[in-house]
């Protein structure tokens, strides 16, 4: 049973940089699929951030573009998220998921989501 | 970028109705859309991929249409496990986007 654990820091000042992991369980990243990053802030709608292929080909939201990198590690079977320069609109509930090449690209596995709150 | 509609942006409907849900893409889009629900404090869970196929487990009374620019989301009959927020996704550009939600709660 594939599995997704997102990790990382739940209290960001403004400015600073979030980092956030996700440890992937049941199935190997180096085998294949995007891995993406989707955020949702409190009580609004879904936001796509992001992917990355396995082989390290990534994709990027347009309007946050100039502040992400996604990477991946598959020694450690897990793959990352940093936004820099972050302020109050970031604040959001984080979520990674795997995206089934086979089935249009649809996110089939979620991680739980993470609260990241940007506060001074 | 594309943009995905939804409509309505909320609906109210009883256990037993029949529900549907339309989503739009500002261009062509094929067959790449996928439809979600998300109950509070969840994860997103995948009802169809590429319009009209049902994930593994998701309850036949869920079914998608569609192709091109729009397509449809129809639950047959509500039941209440079923009151939550619905997304559209398209996947068809590296650029995915989520429609903006369709909320369905209890008349």
């Known amino acids: 049973q594939v599995q997704l654990q997102e990790s990382g820091p739940g209290l960001l000042k403004p400015s600073e940089t979030l980092s956030l992991t996700c440890a992937v369980s049941g199935y190997s990243i180096s085998s294949g699929y995007f891995w993406g990053w989707i955020r949702q802030p409190p009580g609004k709608g879904l936001e796509w951030i992001g992917n990355?292929?396995?082989?390290?080909?990534?994709y990027y939201n347009p309007s946050l573009k100039s502040r992400i990198t996604i990477s991946v590690d598959t020694s450690k079977n897990q793959f990352s998220l940093r936004l820099s320069s972050v302020t109050a609109t970031d604040t959001a509930v984080y979520f990674c998921a795997r995206e089934d090449t086979g089935n249009y690209n649809s996110l089939g596995y979620w991680g739980l989501g993470t609260l990241v709150t940007v506060s001074s | 970028d594309i943009q995905m509609t939804q409509s309505p942006s909320s609906l109210s409907a009883s256990v037993g109705d029949r529900v549907t849900i339309t989503c739009r893409a500002s261009q062509s889009i094929r067959s790449y859309l996928n439809w979600y629900h998300q109950k509070p404090g969840k994860a997103p869970k995948l009802l169809i991929f590429g319009a009209s196929n049902l994930q593994s487990g998701v309850p036949s009374r869920f079914s998608g249409s569609g192709s091109g620019t729009d397509f449809t989301l129809t639950i047959s009959s509500l039941q209440p496990e079923d009151f939550a927020t619905y997304y559209c996704?398209?996947?068809?550009?590296?650029?995915?986007?989520f429609g903006p939600g369709t909320k369905v709660d209890i008349k």
């Open positions: 990355i292929y396995h082989r390290g080909n990534t």
């Open positions: 996704q398209q996947t068809y550009s590296n650029l995915r986007t």
